[in-house]
């Protein structure tokens, strides 16, 4: 017997309420690859079309790779997307958390529409003109921060996908940058390229060691 699933789904409740007290447009925005050994940070805006919303949004982590591919197909045709995309030189000298609000604050700027209010997803909000509000867990609960973490996730797997061909053998097709078992055995093999964070401590014990501990 299938059981249902009963896990509390993203919906669309929060930005109804606040579109008739007249915040509209609304933007929900989320990142990926804060945690990664290598390579960028990414983060989506996304203005959700009320009348187009696509079915089955939900936390880019609860989907795999082929649903996430069709709901980012979904997402850029019917709403109002725009990417940040904070570079390893960038999350190096300002740190991760400094790297992913400017990444955050660069995607709200880019939308083609100014929202009079922003969902963040989290408990830090990037410094922008118009009104925030943050949510942790947001991407479970916002229906417009999961479709953000979506377009973000997709974005940042398939720069690395591309990444991967000018460093061959690390496994960043596969991996992404996350520390796996692949990837540190990479590191241990190759050494660290150009696309690591020398901020991040396992990098740091990889340069100064010559390997991974």
């Known amino acids: 017997m299938k059981i249902a699933d009963s896990r509390i789904k993203p919906t669309f409740e929060l930005e109804a309420a606040e579109h008739v007290l007249g915040a509209r447009p609304i933007a929900g925005v989320d990142e990926a ?13 996304v203005i959700l079309n009320p009348d187009k919303i696509p079915a089955n949004i939900d936390d880019s982590k609860m989907l795999d790779e082929d649903s996430r591919a069709f ?7 019917v709403a109002i997307v725009a990417v940040g995309v904070a570079d390893v030189d960038r999350i190096d000298r300002d740190n ?5 609000l400017w990444a955050m604050a660069e995607a709200i700027s880019q939308l083609a529409e100014k929202p009079k ?14 009104q925030t509000r943050t949510i942790v867990k947001g991407d479970t609960k ?5 479709a953000a973490s979506i377009i ?3 974005t ?14 690390y496994g960043f097709e596969r991996h992404k940058g996350y520390g796996t078992p692949e990837h540190q055995s990479a590191i241990d093999k190759l050494g660290v390229c150009p696309l690591h964070r020398r ?14 501990v």
């Open 152 to 154: 973000a996730k997709v």
């Open 96 to 100: 991760i958390l400094g790297a992913t």
């Open 117 to 130: 209010l922003v969902l963040v997803d989290g408990n830090k909000a990037p410094r922008v003109a118009m």
């Open 33 to 45: 690859g804060r945690g990664p050994w290598a390579g960028p940070v990414v983060a989506a805006a």
């Open 156 to 169: 940042r797997d398939r720069i690395m996908m591309q990444v991967a061909r000018d460093y061959p053998g």
């Open 199 to 212: 901020s991040f401590k396992p990098v740091q014990l990889a340069l100064g060691l010559g390997a991974l």
């Open 142 to 146: 916002c229906l417009s921060i999961a």
């Open 71 to 77: 709901l980012y197909r979904r997402i850029m045709k």
